[in-house]
């Protein structure tokens, strides 16, 4: 795709992410702004920060993209046509949501898996005020896949919306549950016990999402148990989805806390229970 010669290129950071791994010549970039600095400097430390592209922040980003560890997701890319005030103000101005009422939250929209959770939510409306001035804004997901977030086209968008966005509270309960199914995704990829899973990231995530809503509806709601049956699902390629011999032995560790007989489920997925 061509882009026009006066779009600008920019790269995003989570300074959360970064803060401890951050080479200190990308700290002292002429070009780098903190768009917390208004907030004190450990806000700034913290906050998302923005850099125009150069040869040696590109080799960073791709460093990081490839690195396997959490800091992949500190790095989104960004094309606009305004005026670098203009994006700096539209940044800004992102970084709360709010609720029906006057309470403000900070949106963490430099980290990919973040923004990712909240663009699903929105109404086209509001996409298209997330963005503002910015033409194109490369995330990458939980799972690891770069998806480029774009304005809806106008005749899509029946009403203006400002910023900060107000979300209703069916896309606070979207959002919040976005986030546990993640939690639950990032815990059960975290373990290594012998077994590997089944399927690629984005079908792991996907038997996630069922096995979270199933766990929801037994009322199984310790995090070990949640974990370690998400495991088993992902190492029996979601075959023992409701099955029921596997939902007594859930809500037995429910009451016991004892995930032994779980983790026994699977040796179904590698072809060695009987």
Known sequence: MNIPANTQRYYLFDGAL??????????????????????????????????????????????LLTSGTEQRFAC???????PLPALLEHLRALRYLQSGGTQRYYFRYADGRAFSDLWRTLTPAQRRATLGPIN?????????????ALAPHPDEVAAEVSLPLRLQPQQWHQLIENGRIGELFDATAQIDDGLPPHGQPHERYHWTCQTYAWLRRMGVESVPVQVAANRVIWQTAGLLLKQEQFQSALLQAQRSGDISRVLEFAQIGTGRRT
């Open 18 to 63: 970064l803060n401890s791994t951050a080479p200190s010549w990308l700290l002292e970039q002429p070009g780098l702004y903190r768009l917390y600095d208004d907030l004190g400097e450990q806000a700034a430390s913290v906050g998302p920060w923005l850099l125009p592209t150069t040869d040696p922040v590109n080799e960073y980003t791709r460093t």
């Open 76 to 82: 989104s890319g960004l094309t606009c046509r305004a």
């Open 136 to 148: 194109t804004w490369n995330h990458l997901d939980l799972t690891g896949n770069v998806h480029k």
